[in-house]
């Protein structure tokens, strides 16, 4: 059974910064990936982006694109969401969640191939 927990959120001006931790435990398997989705009040929840345990392949929203970046340490079991420029439109809970398999890039952003979900953090980007 895989857990995952995260840490990070907080409240922010725009502009700033902040950086989202997901620490995974149980995780006896090196393949698949890791995803960071968020869902804003009124909202479904969307994709944010993800990268692979092997191999680092990064993918990202195009909302997030050139401002927030996703990596992670294997050594560690914790995958990272550096977020910069931060916007009031990126106020959300954010989630990590774990997948076991690697499929195709459009596929990767489908909250239904995540089987593991962490417990979320707020974060909120005041104007």
């Known amino acids: 059974q895989v857990q995952l927990v995260e840490s990070g959120g907080g409240l922010v001006q725009a502009g700033g910064s902040l950086r989202l931790s997901c620490a995974a435990s149980?995780?006896?398997?090196?393949?698949?990936?890791m995803g960071w989705f968020r869902q804003a009040p009124g909202k479904e929840r969307e994709f944010v982006a993800a990268i692979t345990w092997s191999g680092g392949s990064t993918y990202y929203a195009d909302s997030v694109k050139g401002r927030f970046t996703i990596s992670r340490d294997n050594a560690k079991n914790t995958v990272y969401l550096q977020m910069d420029s931060l916007k009031p439109e990126d106020t959300a809970v954010y989630y990590c969640?774990?997948?076991?398999?690697?499929?195709?890039?459009?596929?990767?952003?489908?909250?239904?191939?995540?089987?593991?979900w962490g417990q979320g953090t707020q974060v909120t980007v005041s104007s």
């Open positions: 149980g995780r006896t398997f090196r393949s698949g990936a």
């Open positions: 969640a774990d997948r076991a398999t690697i499929t195709t890039p459009q596929a990767m952003r489908q909250n239904w191939g995540y089987a593991y």
